[in-house]
């Protein structure tokens, strides 16, 4: 396997920033496009001149994994220890001082764990990985990194076949008037269960088969207790699904995978536990039905079957118009490691271009300037005369009162025979609300 030409820029981009003098760098880079291999390349140039390699993950599994992608890759792991946060952060005097660290999903690497390791070996330069450079809280990352490199957009990786182009449908199940905010910024458990109370869960199952069936799907819900009931329901209709939670022992959880990437089983049900570092090329179909607020969690959930398969075309099934909140996952977005002030996933979320709608008839999530569906040709163009019609009776509205205005504005106020012209005419010249009601009444125009 050799490296890409985006990721080869990437690291000059990398290489230059740190020849500028930033010491440590945060390298954004969408799902998908291959950050572990570029990950591996960075390592593979450092332990060639023997300088070390401390990788920090938050996850257990991600250290295995790692570990077998650097050293397939040929990274010299004499120079290179891969840990677990917490274990790093707890073992920090009996670690080897690292010349360079390197954070996975490093949205994460302002928490303390991470910090104290950065603080102990403040010599070191820090690498910061991560598709999306965005906190719920808002807050940038300017405490720990000097410097953001961007790698491609989704949109070009897809025209250029990294990524498999996808298909987006919005059926709405749960009650988003129930949705509560936590002070963390995103929804509350409680208000996701009470949101959810009415779900129809066949409704789930025949959105699946209007939209995806047959296809390997990985459904993402916001309880244990909802992904048991949509595994149960896919069950019932005769489409093999199995539920995977935090508490699932660990042969189990690697059976269920196992039974997934050969077909076993078609729908994967889990609440939040496959993220980042689930590859299974083949899995076509994601059906969201966990609202939320955090745009990493949404690109990260919607974005899990955009694998690169040759003739795939993803299909992401959104429950919870998650859309809504952030545009389609392909938007651009303007990344940024300074503070967002206000709404800061919405600054997050820029979407550029056009804006979007439902199509009613076949609910495909379009560009909003589609007079024909580009899915299933359900026409548009009544619904856009009608609105077409509509500003135009609004701005024929707004003529005929700039006229009147202007009208009133050449008047004296005995020239007026009415309340509602007195109160035009005093709102004009500056009079209190109180003298149009004295003229009128003092002429005989309003009675009392
Ligand atoms: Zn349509």
Known sequence: MQIREYQKKLIDDLRISMEQG????????????????????????????????????????????????????????????????????????????????????????????????????????????????????????KDVYDDLILGPKIKWLIKNHYLAPYTYYSVEVIDQNALKKSSTGDYTRQSMENAGKNIIYGDIIKSYQKFANKTKAIVYSYSVQSCKRVAEEFNRNGISAKEVDGKTNKEARQ???????????????????????????????????????????????????????????????????????????????????EDRAKHPQKEGATVDGPAIKTCPECFGVIKANCVACPLCGHDFSVEIRELKQKKEQELHK????????????????????????????????????????????KRGLIKG
């Not at 891969?82 to 999903?105: C, G, H, N, W």
Request: hydrophobic letters at 40%; charged letters at 25%.
């Open 398 to 441: 707004i003529k005929a009162q700039q006229i009147h205005i202007n009208y009133i504005s050449t008047k004296k106020p005995e020239e007026l025979n009415s309340f509602r012209d007195l109160a035009l005419y005093g709102k004009l010249h500056g009079y209190k609300p109180g003298w149009a009601y004295f003229q009128a009444k």
């Open 255 to 337: 059976q269920a995978m196992k039974d997934f990437r050969i077909g076993k089983i078609m729908v994967l049900v889990n609440a939040e536990l496959y993220g980042e570092g689930v590859d299974i090329p083949d899995c076509q179909t994601v059906i969201m039905l966990r609202p939320t607020q955090s745009l990493s969690l949404f690109i990260q959930q919607s974005m899990r079957c955009m694998r690169y398969q040759s003739g795939k075309r993803a299909i992401i099934i959104d429950q919870v118009a998650n859309y809504t909140r952030f545009g389609l996952p392909d938007a651009d977005r303007n990344w940024t490691l």
């Open 22 to 141: 930033h010491k440590n760098v945060m390298v954004q880079s969408p799902a998908g496009s291959g950050k572990s291999i570029t990950m591996a390349e960075i390592a593979k140039r450092i332990t060639r001149h023997h300088q070390r390699v401390l990788f920090v993950v938050h996850r257990r599994e991600l250290v295995r994994q790692i570990k077998d992608t650097f050293s397939s890759w040929g990274v010299d792991m004499n120079f290179c220890k891969v840990y677990m946060v917490q274990t790093a952060s707890r073992r920090l005097k009996k670690l080897i001082t690292p010349s360079y660290i390197f954070v996975d999903e490093a949205h994460h690497s302002l928490a303390k764990t991470y910090r104290k390791i950065f603080d102990h070996f403040n010599d070191a330069h820090v690498i910061g990985f991560t598709a999306t450079p965005v906190r719920l809280s808002g807050k940038g990352f």
